[in-house]
């Protein structure tokens, strides 16, 4: 098989979760250019309605549906949804999320819980659906889950609040993913996970306005990721290419857990 045949996704029916903006929109784009129809799913159908938009504009085909990912039992429906518009599900992009800033003593438990659901618990759930309805059956699929380098190494850093709870729950992910990867091996289901360093998002505006140049300087790299930094990692995962890839973490962060 040619290498461009390997990376082509022409076909395939993508779900990205928390793809209306940020990563999730960054990942839609690059898989929408390799030929994927893309489902996004997310909280707000304004921000769901600007993505599509744009996606449009590419010339990629989009579906989108307004979940609460938070909510587990809503997230069957929201799949159905997508399988009756678009067909069965060949990627699952698990990339919906949220941060909580608080040190260790003062955090809220509601606010553990609150990312824990989001991070972690949906990204079950959605894998245990999308996994039962279409991947499992025809014994084919890609799982990409989005983690984060939090969940490989402690933030140690006085100069911002802790995140102890999304530190937890991306670490959480990894296991996860490789527990997951193991055990629908059988099923040549791949299953593995980005871990990006610090890219300017909505979710990050607060930190990068409070850390300034710090933020770059951080990575050997000496810079923030860009708009274009995880679509090729993201293709590949969710590619044949990638067919004795399974159970990994990447990270893709400027070098920062290379020293």
């Known amino acids: 098989m040619s290498v461009r045949k390997l990376f082509d996704l022409g076909g395939r ?48 085909e989009s579906l989108s549906i307004a979940c609460d990912m938070s909510d587990a039992a809503a997230i069957p429906a929201m799949v159905d949804k997508t399988i ?10 698990n990339n919906a999320g949220t941060t909580w800033g608080a040190n260790m003593v003062e955090h809220p438990m509601d606010a553990w819980k609150k990312v824990i659901d989001l991070n972690l618990t949906a990204m079950f759930a959605t894998s245990q659906e999308v996994g039962r309805r279409c991947m499992v059956p025809r014994r084919a699929g ?38 997951l990867a193991a055990e629908w091996a059988q099923y040549d289901i791949n299953v593995n996970a980005i871990a990006p360093g610090f890219f300017p998002t909505k979710m990050t505006k607060g930190l990068m306005e409070m850390l300034g140049e710090r933020v770059a300087s951080k990575a050997p ?10 679509k090729g990692i993201a293709v590949l995962l969710a590619s044949d290419a990638c067919a004795f890839i399974t159970g990994q973490v990447i990270a893709v962060d400027g070098g920062v857990t290379a020293v």
């Open 221 to 230: 790299l000496n810079r923030v990721g860009g708009p274009e930094d995880l």
């Open 142 to 179: 890609k799982i990409v889950n989005i983690a984060s380098i939090l969940g490989l190494v402690g933030s140690n850093d006085s100069a911002r609040p802790g995140t102890i709870a999304y530190n937890t729950s991306k670490g959480g992910v990894i296991s996860f993913t490789r527990s």
């Open 13 to 60: 029916v993508a779900l990205v979760t928390g793809g209306s903006r940020g990563l999730g929109l960054q990942i839609a784009e690059g898989l929408g250019e390799m030929g994927a129809k893309v489902a996004l799913t997310a909280r707000k159908q304004a921000e769901l309605d600007e993505a599509r938009s744009h996606l449009a504009k590419l010339g990629i």
């Open 84 to 93: 009756a518009a678009l067909g069965p599900i060949d990627i699952l992009v």
